[in-house]
């Protein structure tokens, strides 16, 4: 238990250092996380409102951040490019994440093509039943791509790194809440990127090291 901890850590750190450095990103993460939890208490209750809640803000709002906000060139925080930090990236990279927010755009038209997707649902009558069900989709997408990543990574590394990132996923928007709590505020003093220096510290002790 200890190593998968360690290794939660490990996977929290890498992500905050290497793609989360504007300030607008972090505040935009904070907005996300909180959708998320929303999301989650809705979930038993009303799944089809939860993936709404799920895609539409939380997803959109965290996206958003990553595609138009985060720096894309030579991190001197931590000594590292921008083709390298998409190479060693443990989750979603920014291609990953287009193929899956493709999917997401295009998938509302398997309803239209076929509005019992293979019997699975009575055919929608209105806007609302289009709607749900196109929620119910997309909430088995996520699921789908939480359990593609993880099992993929059990393949690529090994089965503590894939469930310790799922686990990352999962957790996030707690952990998210405590990390950018206080970034809106930075945002409104006008710090656009966050200076890091608790990064940069640690990074030159351990090219010291």
Known sequence: MTGFLQALELQRWDDHRYYHQSRINQSLHLVSAVSFLWAYTMLLADPALAALIGWLIAMVSRQIGHFFFEPDGYDSVNQATHDYKEAVK??????????????????????????????????????????????????????????FRTVHLFFLRDVQTGLVWLTKIL???????????????????????????????????????
């Open 90 to 147: 443990v989750g979603y990279n920014l291609k990953r994440k287009i193929v899956l927010l493709s999917l997401w755009a295009l998938s509302p038209l398997l309803l239209v093509y076929d509005p019992t997707l293979l019997g699975l649902f009575e055919p929608h009558v209105d806007l609302s039943s289009f709607v749900r069900h196109t929620a119910l989709l997309w909430l088995a997408l996520g699921a789908g791509g939480l359990i």
């Open 171 to 209: 957790t996030d928007p707690l952990h998210d809440v405590v990390l950018y709590h206080r970034s809106p505020l930075h945002l409104l003093r006008g710090e656009l990127i966050d200076p890091m220096t608790h990064v940069a510290t640690e990074t030159t002790a351990q090219t010291r090291a």
